[in-house]
Nanobody, 124 residues
Framework: QVQLVESGGGLVQTGGSLRLSCAASGGTFSSYAIGWFRQAPGKEREFVARISRSGTILYYADSVKGRFTISRDNAKNTVFLQMNSLKPEDTAVYYC?????????????????WGQGTQVTVSS
């Protein structure tokens, strides 16, 4: 079983940047693809990005493509989400999640383990 802990959220102005981290423990980290999701108040949880086990296959939602970059360091059991050119519509709680399958998925129910989330607020 994998435990995930997100960090790095905060308040930033429009156009600013944040780097989120997702630290894993309790399992074989390199056996899991990791996804980032976000959920704004009153909205469904939304896929943001996914990185494969080895870190070679990346997948982004259209809404963040070109602005966000997902990466991982398997030696440190950590996944990162670099967020640039932030917009007010990026405001949400951001979650990382682990998926033991190699099949690419943007569906939250396909991910087995979740962190507690970190708040990102972008002011206009």
């Amino acid at each position: 079983q994998v435990q995930l802990v997100e960090s790095g959220g905060g308040l930033v102005q429009t156009g600013g940047s944040l780097r989120l981290s997702c630290a894993a423990s309790g399992g074989t980290f390199s056996s899991y693809a990791i996804g980032w999701f976000r959920q704004a108040p009153g909205k469904e949880r939304e896929f943001v990005a996914r990185i494969s086990r080895s870190g070679t296959i990346l997948y982004y939602a259209d809404s963040v493509k070109g602005r966000f970059t997902i990466s991982r360091d398997n030696a440190k059991n950590t996944v990162f989400l670099q967020m640039n050119s932030l917009k007010p519509e990026d405001t949400a709680v951001y979650y990382c999640a682990a998926d033991g399958s190699v099949v690419r998925s943007s569906t939250p129910s396909r991910y087995s383990y979740w962190g507690q989330g970190t708040q990102v607020t972008v002011s206009s």
